[in-house]
Each structure stands twice: as structure tokens, then as C-alpha cells.
């Protein structure tokens, strides 16, 4: 089976921009997860998608939304980036929320 | 709030020797609880899990981890490192039940010397 597929792999954008992140799960996983991992705060559960529904979803601002689609790919946006937001963003897939979360390879975000 | 904690930020260890990577959870039951390690610039590797049952998991790489409850404990062991060991490593905690996602501990940096 193919692994949890995230691109791009490295972005750099501007404060103020916008930004989309993508997930394509394990086949057949219907759960995908998002953390960002900073040195400073470590890896932080952002939120949780199930059958296209978000369940669950961390301590972070509104600007931070994503969605699911009907093939369980997931996407992550940013709105209104700041300095703070760079990062690496990672999405686990699984087949029922965490109980065994594979992980892609993230994507490193840089915002200046 | 549930929490895990990992005591040591950095550890270092001469390839061959023994490993142990310390982890303590604080949740109102027991978790689900994994170990996952990290090389630079990349994901998460999942090493191995407790669920319940029998204490002592086997994971991959050779590594295993007992599950201690009365310690609130999850530590991490491996007999002999090698140098490809060396990563980041991180225990997380898990509630259950559609809960928040994974709670991961702040990491352990395990340095190898020849």
C-alpha cells in the first residue's frame, strides 16, 4: 500500500497570504488528522477529519480551517498567514480516528 | 488536562549499549499509547502501541515498551542501539472515543557516539 502522500513538500509565502495544504491518505483510511510541529510548542493536534466531517478540532484560531473530500483526501488552509504559522504540518491517516496513525512527511511551511 | 511527558530532552548513548527513553501520561484512564521517532526533515514512524493486555509490546526496529500503570508509565527500551538509531523520539497518548487527536510529549533527541 502507498503511504500518506502530503504535497508540497516546502512552501514559502508572504504575511498576510493565503495557503492550502494537501493530504492524500492510505487507501482506504477514512480518518485523516493534521498537527504542526514547532520547535517552541512541539507537535499540537490541529484537527480531525471522518467521512468528509470534521469530529474534532485543536486550540488554533479560526484561520486555520481544512475539509474532505469524498475520496477521503483532505486539505488544510491558512488564511491571513503570519510570522508564526511557519512550521511543519503533518497529516495522519488512519482507518478510526488515532488508535494507529500513519504519518506523511509533512509539509514545511516558511512564512516571511 | 491529559498530558505526556518525556523528562529527557537529549540522551546519549554508545552504539551497542542498552536504551531506555523515559514517558509518563497523565489522563483520567488509562490511554492508548505509542512511541513514534522521527529523523530530520521527516514524519512520524509509528514503533509500536499499547492497547491493553499484556504489558511488554514489541515494536519494530527491535524496539519494546512496558506500560507501567502504577507509575503511569510507558518507557521505551532497546538491548543494543545502532548508529541508525539515532532521531528524535516521541511517546503520544491517545483518549479514545473520537477524543482530540494524538498527545504528544515535548521529544527525546537520542544521540549515538561510536
Known amino acids: 500500500k502507498a503511504g500518506v502522500t502530503q504535497t508540497p513538500r516546502y512552501l514559502i509565502k508572504t504575511r498576510g497570504q493565503q495557503v492550502t495544504l494537501s493530504c492524500s491518505p492510505i487507501s482506504g483510511h477514512r480518518s485523516v488528522s493534521w498537527y504542526q510541529q514547532t520547535p517552541g510548542q512541539g507537535l499540537q493536534f490541529l484537527f480531525e477529519?471522518?467521512?468528509?466531517?470534521?469530529?474534532n478540532k485543536g486550540n488554533f484560531p479560526g484561520r486555520f480551517s481544512g475539509r474532505q473530500f469524498s475520496n477521503s483526501r483532505s486539505e488544510m488552509n491558512v488564511s491571513t498567514l503570519e510570522l508564526g504559522d511557519s512550521a511543519l504540518y503533518l497529516c495522519?491517516?488512519?482507518?478510526?480516528?488515532?488508535?494507529?496513525?500513519?504519518f506523511g512527511q509533512g509539509t514545511r511551511l516558511t512564512v516571511v | 488536562a491529559q498530558s505526556v511527558t518525556q523528562p529527557d530532552i537529549h540522551i546519549t548513548v554508545s552504539e551497542g549499549a542498552s536504551l531506555e527513553l523515559r514517558c509518563n501520561y497523565s489522563y483520567g484512564a488509562t490511554p492508548y499509547l505509542f512511541w513514534y521517532v522521527q529523523s530530520p526533515g521527516q514524519g512520524l514512524q509509528l514503533l509500536l502501541k499499547y492497547f491493553s493486555g499484556d504489558t511488554l509490546v514489541q515494536g519494530i526496529k527491535g524496539f519494546e515498551a512496558e506500560f507501567k500503570r502504577s507509575q503511569s508509565s510507558f518507557n521505551l527500551r532497546k538491548p543494543s542501539v545502532h548508529w541508525s538509531d539515532a532521531a528524535e523520539y516521541f511517546c503520544?497518548?491517545?483518549?479514545?472515543?473520537?477524543?482530540?487527536?494524538?498527545?504528544f510529549g515535548k521529544g527525546t533527541h537520542l544521540i549515538i557516539q561510536p
Open positions: 503520544a497518548g491517545y483518549s479514545g472515543g473520537g477524543a482530540d487527536g494524538l498527545t
Open positions: 495522519a491517516s488512519s482507518e478510526q480516528g488515532a488508535t494507529e496513525a500513519f
Open positions: 477529519y471522518f467521512s468528509e466531517t470534521q469530529r
